[in-house]
C-alpha cells in the first residue's frame, strides 16, 4: 500500500485507529476457547467487527509462534481475512546482520504478504536496509516504546549530542528510508515527547502503541503528533479485543473502536 | 543444560565451538536442493559430521522462517535431531513488552525446547525479565555485535558514564539475571574490545560471533575473552555449513570443525 492510499483511507473513513491482533489463546471467551481455531474464529469476527473504523490490523506476532506451527497457519489465515482496504503490520521486531534481516524481510514482504513490519534498531543501518530494499513495502524502526524498559537505554542521554538515545535512532534511520517507505514506532505514554519528535521527523507517520490498557492518551497524542497527511496510526489491542469477555466481545470490540473513531474525527477535523 | 554441564563439556571435549546452523536453502549442495526435505538433510550430515567438535549448535530462525510453515517444521525436526549433550540456542534475536516477550519465551523455552534465545537489549528490563524467569533456561542478550551496524548505536558514548551504549547495555543487563542464566552476545570483529568487556562481566558466558566469515581471530578472541570456566562459545556458521559446495560438504565442514577444535584446545590449555 503507498502512502496516498494510506493517507486517503484515513480520510475517507476519518479513522487513524490500527487494531492490534494481539490474539492470547488464554483470554478469548471460554466458548471460543473450546472450539478448534478458536483464535482464528475469534480474529475473524473481531475483524469484521471492526473494519469499518479503522484502517489498518497489527498481527503480534509472538502470540501465533508460540501455538507452534498451527498458529502460524492462524496468522496467515488471519492476514487473508483482513480486508484488502486495510494496511497490514507485521509486530515481529525482528532484526539482525544484513543476510539474516533479508531473511525476515522475505518472511513477512513475500511468504506473508504485509504491508509493513516492526524492526529494532540495536543492530543498526546493515540490520534495517534489508528491511527498506523493499520500496513498495513499510519498515516501522522502534524508536521510543511505551513500555518502562524505554527508560534504561532509549531515553539514556548520549554525549556528543545532549539527546536521548532514540532522538538520536529517529534521526539517523530517517535518512535510510524516506516518508514514503519507513515509519516508527513511538510510545504514547508521554505524549509530551511526540513535540521534539514531530521536529526530529515531520512527516513521518508514527505507530502509537499504549493508548488505552498502557495509559497512553488519545488527546494527547493526536495534538502532538497529527501533521497534515494525518501521519499517525494509534494502536489499540486488548482495550478493543478483551472488552467483554462472553459472548458479545464482538459487538464491545466494535463499540471501543467506534468510540475511538469518533474521537479521531474530531482531531482530523481540527487539523 | 546448567552452567556446569555445559563447562564440563567444553572440558571434556576441548572445545568451545557452536556451529550456526544458518541454512540458506540456496547455498546447500545442488544434490540437497533438488530433494524433499534437502535442508533438513543437509543439517542432520553437518550435525553427524561436526558434534564430536563443537559443544554447541545454533539455531538461525530467520532462516527457517523464511521457508513458511515447512520451514518451521524443520527448525522443529534439526533441534530433535541435536544430542542432548549440545548446548542449543535460538538466535531469534526477539524483544518486546512483558506480556509478548513471554509469549516469545514459551515459543523457544517450551513449544520448541532450546536451551536459549538471542534477545534485543533496546526496549529494556520488561521486555528481557520475562526470558530470564525460566531459571532453567538461558537467556542472551546482544552487547556489542559483528556487523559494521554496530556503530551506528551500540558504540555511541553516553553523557552521563562516557562509555559507549553497548558497556552500559552489558553492566544494566548483568544485574537482571546471573551467570548461569545470562550470557551475552559480543562480537569478534574488534578482539580488544573483549578486555574492558570481561572487566565489567568477568564470569558470564560470551557468545561471539563473527568469526570465520566475518573475519574475526579465534586467537585474539580466546586471548581476551576466555576465563577459567572458558566462558566463551565461538560461533562459526558460514565457514563450516558451506566449507565445500558439492557431494564431499559434511566431511568438508567436519573438518573445519576439527580445525577450530584443535585450535581451541591450544587456547583451553594455556588458561
Not at 490500527?18 to 488464554?26: E, S
Amino acid at each position: 500500500m503507498t502512502r496516498q492510499q494510506l493517507v486517503d483511507q484515513i480520510q475517507s473513513k476519518k479513522s487513524y485507529l490500527c487494531v492490534g491482533l494481539d490474539t492470547d489463546p488464554a483470554k478469548i471467551p471460554v466458548h471460543l476457547q473450546q472450539l478448534p481455531d478458536g483464535v482464528l474464529r475469534f480474529n475473524k469476527a473481531i475483524i469484521d467487527a471492526t473494519r469499518d473504523y479503522c484502517v489498518s490490523y497489527k498481527i503480534n506476532t509472538a502470540f501465533y509462534e508460540s501455538q507452534g506451527l498451527r498458529g502460524w497457519e492462524i496468522m496467515a489465515e488471519t492476514l487473508a481475512y483482513i480486508p484488502a482496504t486495510h494496511f497490514t503490520i507485521a509486530d515481529a521486531k525482528r532484526g539482525d546482520i544484513g543476510n539474516t534481516s533479508a531473511q525476515y524481510a522475505k518472511t513477512f514482504f513475500e511468504v506473508l504478504p504485509f504491508d509493513a513490519i516492526t524492526v529494532a534498531p540495536y543492530m543498526g543501518a546493515d540490520s534495517v536496509k534489508p528491511f527498506l530494499e523493499y520500496t513498495d513495502k513499510w519498515t516501522i524502526v522502534l524508536g521510543l516504546t511505551s513500555n518502562p524498559g524505554s527508560a534504561d537505554f532509549q531515553q539514556k542521554i548520549l554525549g556528543d549530542s545532549g539527546k536521548p538515545l532514540y532522538e538520536t535512532v529517529l534521526e539517523t534511520v530517517s535518512s535510510w528510508g524516506n516518508p514514503g517507505n519507513l515509519m516508527f514506532v513511538v510510545g504514547a505514554t508521554k505524549a509530551s515527547d511526540l513535540g521534539p519528535i514531530r521536529s526530529i521527523i515531520p512527516d513521518h507517520f508514527l505507530l502509537v502503541p499504549g493508548v488505552g490498557a498502557q495509559g497512553g492518551s488519545l488527546k494527547d497524542v493526536s495534538a502532538y503528533g497529527l501533521n497534515t497527511d494525518a501521519g499517525l496510526l494509534v494502536n489499540a489491542s486488548r482495550a478493543i479485543l478483551f472488552a467483554d469477555s462472553g459472548e458479545g466481545f464482538a459487538e464491545a470490540a466494535a463499540a471501543v473502536a467506534r468510540t475511538y473513531r469518533e474521537e479521531m474525527q474530531l482531531y482530523l477535523t481540527e487539523v
